[in-house]
Structures are given as C-alpha cells and as structure tokens.
C-alpha cells in the first residue's frame, strides 16, 4: 500500500494525541508534521508525552503546507480554526479529515464547493466511532415508524461546541425520512427559558456537559404505548481511531466532499 504523508493539526488536545499516535503507528502511514498554536520549529519529541516523535511542528499552515507537502490533513482543533483550515488545505491540494466540529451549513456547501472546484476529496466527519454511526442509521430506520423523537447528547464539560456535531447529524437523518412535525402539546409554553432544549426541524435536542463524561447520545422515540431508546457511548477517545483510519485511507481515493462517515461505511 502506498505510505499516506499526513499532517495533524491540534495535536496536545484530547483527540490530537490519539491521532498523532494512530498515525505514528499505522505501517502505510507517515506523519510528516504537526500544526500547533505554540513551539514553531520545534520538533514534537520535546513536547510532554510525544518522545520518540520527531516531527516538526509548524504554526504557520500555509508554510507547512509549502514545505511539507502533505496528502492529507486531519484536523481536530476547535470550530473556527476547523474551517479555516479545511479551506486552506482544500486550496493548497490536500485533502482534509475533518473531526472538528460546529460547522454550519453554509460551511459545508461553501467547502463542498471548493473540493468540486479543485477536484479533490475531502471528509468532514461529526463523529468517527462506528457505534455512534450505527445508532444514526438505527434512528433513521426508527423514524419511518415513529414520528416523535428528541434526541439528548451528553459530553465532558470542556466541549465548546452545543449541540454536539452528531446530535446535529441524527437530526439531518431523521429528517430526511419523517414528515416535518412540531412535536409536544400545540399550547406548551416554557416557565423557563430552554426546557426544551434546542430544536432542528421540530425534533428537540438536550445538551448535558458534566465532567466525568466523554461522548454519549440517546435517542427517543415514543409511540402509543410505547417508547424505543437508542443509545450510544464513547467511554475513551480510541472509539474514534477506526474511523480516523478508514477516513485517511477512503479520502486518497475520493474528488468530492463526503459530510459524514455513514456515507463511506458499508
Ligand atoms: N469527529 C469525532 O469523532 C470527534 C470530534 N471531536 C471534535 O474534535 C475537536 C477537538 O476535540 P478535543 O480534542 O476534545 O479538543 P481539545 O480542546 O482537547 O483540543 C483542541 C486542540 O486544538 C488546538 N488548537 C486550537 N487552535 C489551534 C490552531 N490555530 N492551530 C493548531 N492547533 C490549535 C488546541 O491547542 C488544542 O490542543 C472538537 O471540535 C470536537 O468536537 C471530538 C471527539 C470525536
Ligand atoms: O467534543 C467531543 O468530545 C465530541 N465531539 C463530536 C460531536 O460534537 O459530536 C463527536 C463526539 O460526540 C465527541
């Protein structure tokens, strides 16, 4: 297999070192550079817990893009940083994989865009781990037979982004196959402000950040006489890795956008 020249941006954060350490381990892939907010120029094994990787670390994409040449960029940085550097890599012809998350949908159609324009693949992915993409898909399947469903994501209390990207995701999914319903009594009114909670075309969503937590959803459908839960949880970040993997691999061989790992995995 061809070795994949690959740079992380975000590498001292949560999701960061287990990328950086996916890739520094996996035989047909090479990490060429990390992008970081601080040590330019420095090489990775002097940070904290990096010894033994000796790659350099840029702050300056644009140069680390010029120098390095990558194939492919995975980002995990926070949501404005995410999109500046998804349509930087786009630009300069390598391909994004994407985990960060709180883009919009004007994001993704001006990025969808730009990977048509230069006829390169990109993957920007809400969420990685297989178990979380099967519960979408079983929410999915759940939907054409219920019709009301709210969906409650709950994370660790450092997450910046709500509601999280895969509740969002689930969302889309669902309505994609349910008729568009304004859930809950026609009169209800809130005593407090957000009791319930965000919604996306008439489906609530409930955001709990408590600390102890990594990343976990459920989604309820009630029916008559009857209520299905579908739930999922990440308890350590090496849930992700599989997905970041196969996302590498499958992105070489796209030239469009791909929003979401459902549309990738069998
Ligand atoms: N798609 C998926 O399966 C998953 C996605 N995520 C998403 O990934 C993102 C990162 O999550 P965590 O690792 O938990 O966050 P984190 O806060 O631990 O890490 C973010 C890192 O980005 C770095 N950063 C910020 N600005 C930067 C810049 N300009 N250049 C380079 N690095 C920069 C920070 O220094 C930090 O180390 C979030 O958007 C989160 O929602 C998290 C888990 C799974
Ligand atoms: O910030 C996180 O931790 C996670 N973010 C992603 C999201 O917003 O859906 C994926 C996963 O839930 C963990």
Do not use: W
């Not at 865009?113 to 781990?129: H, R, T, V, Y």
């Amino acid at each position: 297999m061809k070795t994949i020249k690959i740079v992380v941006a975000g590498p001292r954060g949560r999701m960061g070192r287990e990328a950086v350490s996916l890739v520094h381990n996996t035989e047909h892939f090479q990490l060429a550079a990390v992008i970081d907010r601080m040590n330019d120029g420095q090489s990775l094994s002097a940070v904290d817990g990096f010894s033994g990787i000796d790659v350099p670390i840029y702050t300056d994409i644009e140069r680390c893009f010029q120098e390095v040449k990558p194939d492919v960029l995975i980002d995990l940085t926070t949501p404005e940083v995410g999109k500046k550097h998804t349509e930087l890599a786009l630009h300069y012809g390598v391909r994004p994989v994407v985990g960060t998350t709180g883009f919009t949908k004007e994001d993704l159609a001006r990025l969808t865009e730009l990977a048509e324009d230069k006829g390169i693949g990109a993957i920007i992915a809400p969420n990685f781990a297989v178990g979380a993409i099967l519960m979408m898909k079983f929410a999915q399947m759940a939907a054409k037979y219920f019709n009301d469903v709210e969906i409650i994501e709950l994370h660790h209390d450092q997450k910046l982004d709500a509601p999280s990207g895969t509740a969002v995701k689930t969302a889309e999914l669902i309505s994609m196959v349910r008729p568009s319903k304004k859930q809950g009594h026609p009169e209800e009114k809130e005593t407090l402000e957000g009791a319930r909670g965000a919604t996306y075309d008439g489906i609530p969503i409930h955001s709990v950040r408590l600390p102890g937590l990594i990343a976990h959803q459920e989604v309820i459908f009630g029916g008559n006489g009857q209520a299905l839960t579908i739930r999922h949880d990440s308890f350590h970040r090496a849930s992700f890795m599989s997905g970041v993997k196969l996302s590498v691999e499958t992105v070489m061989k796209l030239n469009t956008l791909v929003y979401g790992l459902e549309n990738i995995i069998e």
